[in-house]
């Protein structure tokens, strides 16, 4: 499947990177004495979901049948509010969209995984004496318990933000939900050693299996929503 061009675009992850567009731009520019006003946020956050949208001609899927891309607009602007009025502002931040490429090897065997693990952190900031990783995620509602603690982005920054000369500070994941009232979630992502370990053991069992020819299909709910999905099909 590689190459494959999607049947269709999320809306979603359009709706997604609109949003950390508006919220980089409050976290660079405003203090406590002035923030950024919510117009401004909107509109950064409107031009780059419409533009988003437009972007070329696969077609663009919507989560609900009825939805539209002014209603989504709307909902953005209540979300954009509650992250102002409840998020604290960071004392620093050190970068936005941090880029970072990482060589995965294990500690004991010294296996090295041939290929790098490429990405991008959202946030970079310091609250005080502290430096903190931030995760910001959109999503219909807060993530549970289980998502926290399983999730390998914190694992991965974790490991980024160690080679990047940024010590061992702390990924916390903020969940600003949909709902009718949005909420805002502050999640800490504890991880160590160990879960970095696993990291590495997953990726390096991915690559044998990609060598082996092992391609088993996954279905669950997230196939509603992907773009690949008829690709699976036999």
Known sequence: ?????????????????????????????????????????????????????????????????????????????????????????????????????????????????????IGAMDVIAEYGPQRRVLEIKTGKRKWSADQVDYDLQPTIYRRAAIELGHGHGQTELVVVTKAKQPGLHRLPCARSQRDEIELVELALSVERAVRGGVDNRRRDWQCRTCGYAERCSP
């Open 1 to 117: 499947m590689e190459r494959v061009v999607s049947a269709f675009r999320s809306a979603s992850l359009s709706f997604g990177r609109a949003f950390h567009e508006a919220i980089g731009l409050h976290l660079l520019n405003s203090s406590e004495h002035q923030a950024v006003p919510l117009d401004e946020l909107t509109e950064v956050f409107r031009r780059v979901f419409v533009a988003e949208l437009a972007e070329d001609a696969i077609p663009v899927f919507f989560d609900d049948e009825d939805q539209t891309a002014g209603e989504l607009i709307d909902k953005a602007r209540q979300m954009l509010s509650v992250f102002v009025e409840q998020f604290p502002l960071p004392t620093r931040v050190i970068g936005i969209e941090v880029p970072f490429q990482l060589d995965l090897q294990h500690p004991v065997t010294r296996e090295t995984a041939e290929l790098p693990l």
